[in-house]
């Protein structure tokens, strides 16, 4: 049988707290790191977030962005990153960011989330300003083969606001509709599992106020909340629960460059350091 990713999610929470480390290989990083900025360069870099990741968080989180900047080769790179992060246990969102017609981000879900494809992920961020209706293909990839989505909402970058606080015809902004729709979704999937989350989540930074965009807690009771802004954009773990409130539960707290500034010989230390902060913020 098949566990759904909400369930995943859930049990990953339990046993190893809800840090996400993103991989971004940013150029400068690189140079800190005495690494290329080339395929190579981000592939030993990706694998040693992997490593480090590996017994002290949950999750990673490529920024695909990274990869794709020296293409095939960058590619390649990545294939080999997510290998060994699913070798190592660590689930894997990709942070990829996708959206089109619903004909074409089928295609995309098919990339990221088809068991045993070479990109193989757990799950992926996804775009749903042409409207939710066109990611369906890839909610029901996803659900089918015990993968995730998390569907950017209000997002960390301050000049997001304008247009995600804007007001639909339902009266709702267009951050609280998209999670109002993905609310309906976990809540009717038959494959919720006995977590109670549900295997669509959403993205709100850690930078945003849920009332600025009229999104409640209780619209957020069975979605997972992938949750940038930490660290190197501001937000504070200290502040995460008072943040989310009562859907605090559901957040995956996530940090990029604030863990991996570390360096490769400060980066295991970080990662557990950020776990513990977490983890009592969250107690
Ligand atoms: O709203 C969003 C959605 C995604 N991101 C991504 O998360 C990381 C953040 O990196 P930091 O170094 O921790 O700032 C990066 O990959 C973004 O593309 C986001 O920041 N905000």
Redesign the pocket.
């Known amino acids: 049988m098949t566990v759904s990713f909400g369930t995943r999610l859930a049990e990953a929470f339990v046993s190893s707290g809800r840090l996400c480390v ?1 991989i ?1 290989p940013h150029s400068y990083l690189l140079g800190e790191w005495q690494l290329a900025d080339s395929a190579a360069g981000v592939r030993d870099f990706g694998l040693r977030v992997v490593e480090a990741a590996h017994g002290r968080a949950a999750i990673i989180k490529p ?1 695909v962005a990274f990869y794709e900047r020296h293409g095939s080769a960058g590619y390649a790179a990545l294939e080999d990153v997510l290998a060994a992060a699913r070798a190592a246990g660590l689930l894997v969102i990709a ?1 990829v960011k996708r959206g089109d017609v619903g004909t074409s981000v089928e295609a995309y879900g098919e990339a990221w989330l088809t068991p045993g494809s070479p990109l193989e992920s757990d799950a992926m961020t996804i775009s749903a300003f042409q409207g939710v209706g066109s990611i369906r293909a890839p909610h029901e990839l996803a659900l089918a083969g015990g993968k995730g989505l998390f569907v950017l909402a209000a ?3 301050p000049e997001a606001a304008l247009l995600q606080r804007a007001v639909v015809d339902t009266g709702q902004s267009v951050a609280a509709s998209i999670v109002g729709d993905v609310h309906d979704w976990n809540t009717s999937e038959t494959t919720a599992g006995p977590s109670g989350l549900g295997s669509t989540g959403v ?1 709100i ?1 850690a930078t945003v106020g849920l009332a600025d965009y009229g999104i409640t807690a209780g619209a957020l009771s069975t979605t997972p909340i992938l949750a ?6 501001g937000a504070l773990v200290s502040d995460a629960t008072t943040l989310f409130g009562a859907a605090s539960g559901n957040v995956i707290v ?5 863990i991996l500034a570390a360096g490769p010989s400060g980066i295991a230390d970080a990662v557990e350091t950020q776990s513990r902060e977490i983890a009592e913020a969250f107690a």
């Not at 940038?228 to 954009?233: D, L, S, V």
């Not at 996530?254 to 604030?258: L, N, V």
Request: proline share 5%; hydrophobic share 15%.
């Open positions: 993103g971004d920024q942070d997002t960390s970058n993205v930074g940038p802004g930490f660290g190197h954009q996530s940090a990029s460059r604030s």
